[in-house]
């Protein structure tokens, strides 16, 4: 696995050695990355379901303000903190190991709001709607959610009416969808 594009282009980056976590291809990542454009740009990311951080780094690379990591395995935070110290952007990050709930309540201690979100927690959670939901007041107007799924899984719209959805393209086994706050 490689950042893609910008400052860091074609550096690797270590993946987790668990079966536990689900990896994005970079063909995923890439058109992922080509739909969001120069949203990029300055923004303030979450990576609430980290991993590796392939989703935040490739961010940072392409010119983030900073990204804030959460995941609640070590074994994760250690991939994180190793691919982190390699591309030498510690002063660009936040970190955090939570069980996603507790790293939802946290955000009250950011003093940005979110730009972007990417979302991509393990399939048997099903809580799209719910975390969707819970992060709109830490949400500047107009950011957007990158969500990843399994693609059987269908959002119930009637539960996230504060968005609008851009964009829905199916990879394989996974569905991208990218969210606007409105």
Not at 115 to 135: G, T
């Amino acid at each position: 696995m490689r950042i893609i594009s910008g400052e860091f282009k074609s550096r690797l980056l270590k993946m987790v050695p668990s079966n536990d976590t689900r990896e994005t291809s970079d063909k995923v990542r890439g058109a992922v990355f080509n739909s969001l454009g120069e949203s990029i740009k300055d923004a303030v990311i979450l990576d609430l379901f980290a991993g590796s951080g392939s989703y935040g780094l490739e961010s940072i690379s392409r010119g983030a303000k900073y990204v804030v990591f959460n995941d609640v395995k070590q074994i994760a935070i250690n991939t994180l903190n190793e691919n982190i110290a390699n591309l030498g952007v510690i002063d660009r990050v936040i970190l955090w190991k939570h069980d996603y709930n507790i790293a939802l309540k946290k955000l009250s201690e950011l003093k940005d709001k979110l730009d972007i979100v990417f979302l991509d927690p393990p399939y048997k959670l099903d809580i799209y709607e719910s975390i969707s939901n819970q992060l709109i007041p830490y949400l500047n107007d107009d950011a957007l959610l990158v969500l990843e799924m399994d693609k059987s899984r269908t959002l119930d719209l009637e539960q996230i009416k504060a968005y609008t959805i851009l964009k829905e393209k199916v990879y394989g086994s996974k569905k991208i969808l990218i969210l606007s706050k409105h």
